[in-house]
Structures are given as C-alpha cells and as structure tokens.
C-alpha cells in the first residue's frame, strides 16, 4: 500500500475525524495519524476533530493540543475519516468531508460503503490502527507507536478475539521495540474502572438475562440508571465484553436506551454467530464478531426482533 504521507503530500489543510462515541482504535488511529503526517510535514495545517474524548484515552492527548471537539476551518484540501464504516458515523464532520476536494477513507469494518474517493478497507485487519500502520514507514515516532498500539490492543480485545492474527502480533512486537509502555495501556484499558464505571456494571450484570437456553444473554441500561449513577456514554465501554465472557453464552447484547422506545444496540458473539448480518438487517454494521445498531420499539420488541436472526443462524449452524 502506499505511504500515507505520499497520500497527502499534495494537501495543506487537513482534516482527520473518526466516527460518534469514538472508542480506543478510533483515538488511536486519529492521534497516530496526526503525529505520522507531523513528522513528515511540520509546515500542514492538521485538524483532528473528535465529537468526544473519552476520559481514559485523554494521556494520548495530556494537553488537548491534537484533539478539538470543534472544527477549526471552513474548507479543507483533504479530509481523512478513519474507523468509520459510513460517512453518517462522521456527525459534525459528515459536510466537511463532502466539501472537501479529496476524501480519504482508511477502516476495516466488514460493513464499509467505500464513500470516499481513497478507500483503504482491509476487513480482515484487527483494527484500523493495524490498516493504518500498514500506511506508514517503518520508523515512527514513540508516539505514533504508542496510539497504534491502543487501538490494536482495543479492537483486538487485547489480543484475544479471533480478529488477532500473526501479523497482528508482529505489528505489535514492533511498536513495543519504541519502548511505549505496554504494559500500562494494557491495564489502562481493559482493568482500571472509575467507581461509576464499578456500579453501572455490577447493577447491568445484575439486571441480566439468559435466553434460548442460556445461549444468549442480554442487559438494559435505562436512562434512568445513567442519571442515578451520573455516567456517561463512555462508561458503559466494556460492560459487552463482560456479558460475553459468561459460560454457555454465544451471543451477548445489551441495549443503551437513548430515547423514549430507542435503544443503541451491542452486540458479541462467541464462535458462529455473524452478528454483522443481523446488524445489517436493521441498519447497523460491524464486524462478525462485534457489531450494533439502532432500534425502536419496547425493550421485548427489539429483544425478540434480534434473537430471531440468533436463532436463525443458530439452527442453520446446527443442521448444516
């Protein structure tokens, strides 16, 4: 694949965002893209716009120097979205993209509609971050290294979905090599949990279902429980991984309502199930493993409405 410096050389004004509700590969790729085209061309404008930084991947921006939750100019030369499957996933920046005179799409959900006029979708890849690397030289700065590495260990579970390949783990080998602490972004992201993050999760685990005879389990977080414990959205980061790891469990979903009778829906599944297919089916997207989408109705009609397509799929598994 081409560098991504190559990419950009002819653009002065840049604009890189990622997709609403940013999670650690979307960070990390948007950070380690900033610092790469830095590196190389000091001289650029380079805006980062993100509709939020989640508190526990704030160290990748200490100072908020790189990341703006506002748009700084009118038109750009190049816009970059990065981890995002459709240019709606883009909020704010959706018009900036379209306004801009080259757009450049580097992801690698299974589900991306290839809306720019540069694609780089590689569906098989852990993580954007590991698409992203796969763009740049071999030497990179420890900072690039270590936002690439917060996105890989993210999207990759910490190296434990079946999204993890060999070369996902060289990748990683060599931005250890940098000397980042991996270690700590290790514990960062997947052990250290604020008291709220603690009891939003130990009352949704609580609240949980088994269904079709404990194949598959299911949570709610209501409004209400938000407002009780004062969380945020980026709390409830991490409580799917949770439900998923339960014995006997194929498929984990946990509903986020949002709105009155409208719930944003996650998604994990174990081993057969495509959970992408079904978040396709009412217009999400996603990856086999992990995906979600957006419903309406009351919690028993959307619950119904996907553990249809679950055992669907769970039949045709069993008589093929």
């Known amino acids: 694949m081409s560098d991504l410096r190559k990419l950009v050389k002819d653009a002065q004004n840049i604009l890189i965002a990622g997709h609403l509700r940013p999670d650690g590969d979307c960070v990390g790729a948007c950070v380690a893209a900033y610092h790469y085209l830095k590196d190389g061309y000091p001289d650029k404008c380079i805006h980062v716009y993100l509709e939020t930084l989640p508190a526990r991947f704030e160290f990748l921006d200490e100072n908020r120097t790189i990341i703006s939750e506002e748009i700084a100019l009118e038109h750009y030369d190049l816009c970059i979205a990065l981890d995002s499957s459709s240019s709606d996933r883009l909020g704010k920046a959706e018009s900036y993209f379209y306004d801009a005179k080259r757009t450049l799409c580097i992801d690698h959900h299974i589900s991306n509609e290839a809306y720019a006029m540069e694609n780089v979708?590689?569906?098989?890849?852990?993580?954007?971050?590991?698409?992203?690397?796969?763009?740049?030289?071999?030497?990179?700065?420890?900072?690039?290294?270590?936002?690439?590495?917060?996105?890989?260990?993210?999207?990759?579970?910490?190296?434990s979905y079946s999204n993890t390949s060999k070369k996902t783990m060289e990748i990683a080998g060599a931005l250890m090599e940098t000397g980042i602490p991996f270690w700590e972004y290790i514990d960062r992201c997947f052990h250290q949990r604020s008291y709220i993050q603690t009891q939003l999760l130990g009352r949704t685990l609580l609240t949980s279902m088994r269904l079709m005879d404990g194949q598959c389990i299911v949570a709610t977080i209501t409004r209400r429980m938000m407002e009780f414990y004062e969380a945020k959205t980026e709390d409830i980061e991490g409580i799917i991984d949770q439900l998923r790891v339960t014995k006997g469990v194929e498929v984990a979903i946990l509903l986020h309502e949002i709105g009155n009778q409208e719930y944003k829906v996650s998604m994990r599944s174990n081993s057969c199930v495509d959970v992408s297919r079904i978040a396709a089916y009412f217009s999400g997207g996603g990856h086999v493993r992990a995906a979600g989408c957006t419903m309406r109705g009351s919690v028993h009609d959307v619950i119904n409405n996907i553990t249809e397509h679950i055992e669907a799929q769970l039949k045709n598994k069993i008589t093929a």
């Open 121 to 159: 979708t590689l569906p098989d890849a852990s993580s954007t971050c590991e698409v992203l690397y796969g763009l740049m030289q071999e030497t990179i700065s420890r900072e690039t290294a270590a936002a690439l590495y917060i996105g890989i260990i993210f999207d990759s579970g910490g190296f």
